[in-house]
């Protein structure tokens, strides 16, 4: 009777534990990462804020839209996710080094008929049947040890894809958004041009009513008009259209009023460091080659849990019976049977599938380990790009603005002269257009070197949020 106590007790506790650790404990095994206890974040730490609502009747700060990307995009989602996986299977290593206990409880009813010649009264049995069992591995040489790593590596592969997620997604947004500025500011500038153009049409018509020049200096403004205004109209198509690339980016309906803040008429460049500090905090940053890199580790650990696999196992076993075993009907008297015991399983011949399955594991490896390197060169590779195009986009950056500085004043003094009867028409036209192309010049250096740091970060791995709204901020 003691026996049948203790075993119901056993068998009640371990109904109400399971259950309970499920719903008291979420994470019993502590295999969950910070990043799942504490949400997603940015690579440099910083929180990714989805609560907050964007004001799309403001202008569109940089950082609101990178929030909104973040926060829309299913790849991502998809990533997070992974992490939850994988969290699941390091849950699963680390379970098997713990015992597993199963009960059954049986209520049976026993009929014995015998044949009429043997004159023998037939009987039955009713009794409850109660079976426990435990199992518990002790020594693998390593099997267990090694799929551990291996989950943990994955788990490390799978926030690391997380954060390449969150880098391709924060480079693709911030890309839109400032070629949507630079769209914008190639637009104002056409208009801009435009306006200069139906001024000087203006002042040719009137010196033309007044005799003061011929109906030459009409047309040739005219002409010039209808060019700026071409030029403005497929400018504003532009801008529309990569507006509408931004909103895509985003994740948000196209049919979503966005206003974009001006283009900076300044802005300050940032110091480009030496090329073999880039190259460092890409081998030791970049979220793409710490992937590889873990993956790599764990199929490294994989080959020892293959291997392991094959080699004796050593087991401790336990079971308690009360009124039999199970499927075996009750036991004719009331009885409580125990035993524990060491079990060791020696693997002979499996035919050679683990001799292959080692192979398979190690040639995993190789696979891994080249795709490593060919991930880091590449990598490398768009770095040293990038800090080339960087170099040269921060020269273009000074040299860009002296040009729209000279050509802004020839055009304040052919503008002059004009009015003054001392310049012609043609030198007027001569110093808009050359302003023109200034204006592009210079909003084409800010766009290139926006973009080519942009990419310089991208490439290294450290793109993280924003400190500021603005282009400034680069």
């Not at 033309?208 to 200096?217: L, N, P």
């Not at 500090?277 to 993956?295: N, Y």
């Not at 192979?359 to 770095?383: G, P, W």
């Amino acid at each position: 009777m003691n026996a049948r106590k203790v075993f119901v007790t056993f068998c009640l506790l371990g109904l109400w534990v399971q259950p309970a650790a499920s719903d008291m404990l979420d994470d019993p095994l502590l295999a969950q990462p910070v990043q799942l206890q504490d949400g997603a974040t940015l690579p440099d730490a910083s929180r990714i804020d989805c609560a907050s609502a964007v004001d799309f009747t403001q202008p569109l700060a940089l950082t609101d839209a990178v929030d909104t990307a973040l926060c829309n995009n299913p790849q991502i989602r998809a990533t997070w996710a992974e992490i939850k996986v994988q969290s699941g299977v390091v849950g699963e290593a680390r379970a098997a080094y713990l015992p597993t206990i199963t009960g059954s409880v049986s209520r049976l009813k026993d009929t014995t008929t015998y044949s009429s010649d043997s004159h023998q009264p037939s009987s039955t049995n009713i009794g409850n049947q109660f079976y426990g069992t435990l199992n518990w591995r002790l020594f693998d040489f390593g099997g267990r040890s090694a799929n551990r790593e291996a989950a943990n590596e994955m788990l490390l592969a799978a926030i690391a894809g997380h954060d390449a997620a969150l880098q391709k997604t924060m480079a693709s947004v911030i890309q839109s958004w400032f070629e949507a500025m630079t769209s914008q500011a190639v637009m104002n500038a056409r208009q801009q041009i435009a306006q200069l153009a139906q001024q000087t049409l203006t002042v040719a018509q009137r010196r033309e009513s007044k005799g003061a020049t011929t109906q030459d200096d009409t047309l040739q403004a005219a002409t010039a008009l209808a060019k700026a205004q071409l030029n403005a109209m497929h400018a504003e198509g532009d801008y529309q259209k990569n507006l509408a690339l931004l909103k895509q980016a985003m994740g948000i309906n196209l049919a979503t009023a966005v206003h974009l803040p001006t283009q900076p008429e300044r802005v300050n460049p940032a110091d480009i460091h030496d090329l073999n500090q880039w190259l460092k905090q890409a081998q030791s940053r970049h979220p793409a080659i710490s992937q590889a890199r873990a993956k790599w580790q764990a199929d490294q650990d994989k080959i020892i849990q293959v291997r392991s696999d094959g080699l004796p196992t050593l087991d401790m076993t336990a079971h308690i019976s009360r009124n039999g075993f199970p499927n075996q009907g009750l036991s004719s008297i009331s009885q409580t049977d125990k035993d524990i015991g060491l079990t060791v399983s020696v693997p002979l011949f499996d035919g050679f599938s683990r001799h292959y399955k080692i192979e398979e594991a190690r040639a995993q490896a190789e696979q891994s380990a080249a795709q490593l390197e060919d991930t880091t060169a590449h990598i490398l590779t768009d770095v040293v790009k990038a800090w080339a195009d960087a170099k040269t986009a921060l020269g273009v950056l000074t040299v860009s603005q002296q040009l729209l500085d000279a050509a802004q004043a020839s055009v304040d003094s052919s503008r002059r002269r004009y009015d003054k009867n001392v310049a012609d028409i043609l030198e007027v036209l001569n110093t808009q257009s050359a302003l023109a192309d200034a204006q592009q010049q210079r909003i084409q250096a800010i766009a290139e070197w926006q973009s080519a740091r942009l990419s310089l970060l991208a490439n290294t791995g450290i793109l993280s949020q924003l400190p500021a709204a603005d282009a400034s901020a680069f």
